[in-house]
């Protein structure tokens, strides 16, 4: 077994007599073909594991060498959680004429893990998530991420409001990914933040709580997700964020799971808020007794354009209706109008 992050002398020591079956991850297994202590002509079968997190992680042009080197007449093997576009891309490229097996688990999520989802919007996600670790119960945590930036402030953020937490993606290497793991195992780290690539690698007992910060874009990943927690025969807690934009992701995986998530109130912790799902317009507020204008502007509550922006004034922030009042107090005064009075200038 060769793998990237620690000292390649033992690894190299190892397969100096020659193997029959060599597990690498891709990074290492290129670096020794370069420097010639492994070289691939004679290899007949090649698996390709995990091949969704590995293009996750921008493994595939190391992919595409290592096969270059290997026989074109060989047996390959591609295993994946989920088949995504780019999946089915490198599965053709790299795959002649394959048979395809799907395998559908009969009980999709563990009946032990209690499913939750928080309506939030995006930019109050970190208030939410802080005001949630307040709570005690909340002692070992993974928090999933979409991306690994989002990963890393998510991580600097919870140091600064002094919760410890690690973050692994695909960007730590190999030594800084096992640093983390024993740092959230041994706790000295109460929160790991983590994207995708992890959500199957990571084998720590006694997590209490699964946050998804982002829903995934597949929701075979949010099964995978939850499943670290509520292990050997526990139960566990899954909190799911989910702002606007994040609908559909919430609906595909209520059809996979075959099970809606129970929706919690975020009133008590972050006060009334408006979350508008993607695409639709903002309802305008009314303000003033009787639901229009104080200032006998009533008449344009219905006129387009005059919706009222939150903070500000309708129809741009000027004074409103002062051509009205103009109007009436010539009225009452018998005077003639000029054109700015009539013109509601």
């Known amino acids: 077994m060769i793998f990237g992050g620690v000292n390649q002398f033992r690894q190299v020591r190892s397969m100096a007599g ?21 070289e691939l002509r004679r290899t007949s079968i090649l698996v390709l594991d995990e091949a969704d997190r ?26 994946s959680a989920t088949m995504p576009k780019s999946i089915e ?12 097996v799907e395998v559908t688990p009969e009980v999709v999520t563990v009946d032990k893990i209690d499913q939750r989802v928080m309506h939030v919007d995006g930019k109050r996600k970190r208030e939410l998530l802080s005001k949630l670790l307040d709570d005690v119960d909340l002692s070992r945590v993974i ?27 695909g960007n730590k290497s190999q030594g800084a990914r096992q640093r983390a793991l024993d740092n959230f195992r041994n706790g000295k780290a109460r929160v790991l933040v983590a994207t995708d690539i992890a959500a199957r690698g990571i084998d720590v007992t006694g997590i209490t709580h699964v946050i998804n910060y982002e829903l995934p874009n597949e929701p075979e990943a949010y099964v995978h997700r939850i499943g670290r927690t ?62 229009g204008p104080r200032n006998g502007g009533g008449g344009n509550r219905n006129q387009p354009g005059k919706q009222r922006r939150f903070g500000g004034k309708p129809g741009g922030g000027g004074k409103p209706n002062a051509g009205n009042r103009g109007q009436r107090n010539a009225k009452k005064s018998g005077q003639p109008q000029s054109r700015r009075q009539l013109a509601g200038a």
């Open 230 to 291: 509520a292990r050997a025969g526990k139960s566990g807690i899954a909190v799911s964020f989910c702002d606007g934009a994040e609908r559909a992701h919430l609906k595909s995986i209520e059809r996979l799971t075959k099970r809606p998530l129970t929706i919690v109130d975020t009133t008590e912790l972050l006060g009334e808020q408006i979350v508008v799902p993607a695409g639709e317009p903002v309802a305008p507020k009314r303000s003033g007794r009787g639901g």
């Open 18 to 38: 020659g193997v029959d079956i060599l597990v690498a991850t891709p990074g290492r297994l290129l670096d020794l073909m370069n420097q010639k202590h492994v």
């Open 143 to 169: 928090v999933f991420t979409r991306t690994k930036h989002c990963a890393n402030r998510v991580s600097e953020q919870l140091d600064k409001a002094g919760v410890p937490s690690e973050a692994i993606h």
């Open 89 to 100: 891309h490198l599965a053709a490229e790299i795959l002649k004429d394959p048979a395809r």
């Open 54 to 79: 590995m293009l996750d992680m921008g493994f595939v042009r190391d992919v595409k060498k290592i096969i270059a080197a290997m026989p074109q007449k060989r047996q390959s093997l591609l295993f």
